[in-house]
């Protein structure tokens, strides 16, 4: 019988937790119930006490009672929390997980569910639901469910809320496994909108020659997941759409931070990389862009994301960027520079041309990539041209296969 780890606060939580066990037991499903409290009393049986979650993080429960630093006790519990549910997930007791909290109960819960594998349901339910969640998800499938009411008894609402919440996890481990055995190459591609006609002709190359491809949007966390898999899951990486260089050097909302381009070349898998919207630095809607840069080319690319063009000095500060991290790379690896166009909206008579940046981000690359490391290939071609997305696929699978 598959089993649910329900992690939580059983002082302050009690009666939600038992009522979410007595669903999830309703449902087929054995639960082990992990108390994760400090102060309080529990209201409820853990089949893991808060002792034994403190120990697992080499801490006394006593102490930090006496201590009465919430933020400690919260860091310690985390860290205890993380310890279990990777143990009981070694010992075959969890299928899935859920908790129910606020801020303190949903960091708990997430450091410790984030350790478990993508793939494994995984869901909290949280106060903290519906603003910035990046912090707890991270780079994992964790999903965070809206309380709407502030998880502080069962009534009318919560009830529901809670029993959705149950019927989720339920449904999820009690699905029928998906096949996701094969033998095929597993690589990795970044896309974003105005790059996935590129994308979508590679993957489909890529595909036809025996390879499976996963495709990240890069918005910050797709960047940050496609490195996180670069040295323990890919055989290659496609990466035409780097636009997240943009943003970490702007200050967009994008940023996949400065270990961006490094997995790869430090795991020496091949890599074929290219400039793909390195012409944008993204915002939020329009009333969220910083008053200093009002007066730059921007285009509303939908309601809640505004694109502001880079300039020459920009682009220059980004082609020294992107040449030096891939110049540390150990493994194969080609950078292909489109030159009628890094994005769907810079090519000629698009809102975003401008042959003077572009020069300036192509000159910068040519001035520091090391050439005994990165193999340059410049492209009389728009990177969504068919010409442009096969050659770089070709590119890849050379490297795959030892041909170049």
Avoid: W
Wanted: charged letters at 20%; hydrophobic letters at 50%; one cysteine or more.
């Amino acid at each position: 019988m598959p089993t649910v780890v329900l992690l939580g606060t059983l002082d302050t939580k009690g009666s939600e937790y038992a009522f979410v066990r007595d669903r999830l037991v309703g449902a087929g499903l054995t639960v082990v119930v992990v108390d994760a409290g400090v102060l309080g009393s529990p209201t409820m049986t853990a089949d893991v006490n808060r002792a034994e979650v403190a120990a697992a993080a080499s801490a006394d429960l006593a102490d930090l009672r006496e201590a009465g630093d919430r933020g400690a006790a919260v860091t310690a519990m985390a860290a205890g929390a993380t310890a279990v549910v990777r143990r009981l997930r070694a010992e075959g007791r969890c299928d899935g997980a859920l908790a129910l909290g606020g801020t303190g109960g949903t960091s708990i819960a997430a450091a410790a569910f984030r350790e478990l594998p993508l793939g494994v349901p995984k869901v909290i339910v949280s106060t903290a639901a519906s603003g910035d969640t990046s912090a707890y998800v991270r780079e994992t499938d964790l999903v965070l469910m809206p309380s709407v009411v502030d998880v502080a008894g069962v009534n009318r609402l919560s009830a529901r809320i809670l029993a959705n919440a149950a019927a989720a996890v339920a449904g999820m481990v009690l699905a029928e496994p998906v096949p996701t055995a094969n033998d095929k190459p597993l690589l990795a591609a970044s896309m974003f909108g105005v790059t996935t006609p590129a994308v979508d002709t590679a993957r489909a190359r890529l595909s036809d020659l025996g390879y499976e491809v996963l495709v990240f949007h890069m918005t910050g966390v797709g960047g940050r997941t496609l490195e996180s898999l670069a040295s323990t899951q890919l055989a290659g990486v496609l990466d035409l759409t780097t636009t997240e260089l943009a943003d970490e050097l702007v200050g967009g909302v994008f940023s996949a931070g400065a270990s961006r381009l490094t997995a790869a070349g430090r795991a020496g898998i091949p890599q074929v990389v290219s400039v793909g919207a390195l012409d944008m630095v993204n915002f939020g809607p329009m009333d969220t862009v910083p008053e200093k840069f009002r007066d730059r080319n921007l285009f509303v690319h939908n309601p809640t994301v505004t694109l502001m063009r880079t300039t020459p000095q920009e682009c220059t500060e980004l082609g020294r960027r992107l040449a030096t991290r891939l110049n540390g790379a150990t493994g194969p690896v080609a950078l292909l520079l489109p030159l009628r166009g890094i994005s769907a909206i810079a090519v000629a008579g698009g809102v975003f041309h401008d042959p003077v940046a572009d020069a300036a981000l192509f000159d910068a690359i040519r001035e520091t990539v090391d050439r005994s490391v990165v193999e340059l290939v410049e492209v009389d071609a728009a990177i969504n041209d068919e010409a442009f997305a096969n050659a770089a696929a070709d590119r890849l699978h050379a490297y795959l296969t030892k041909e170049s």
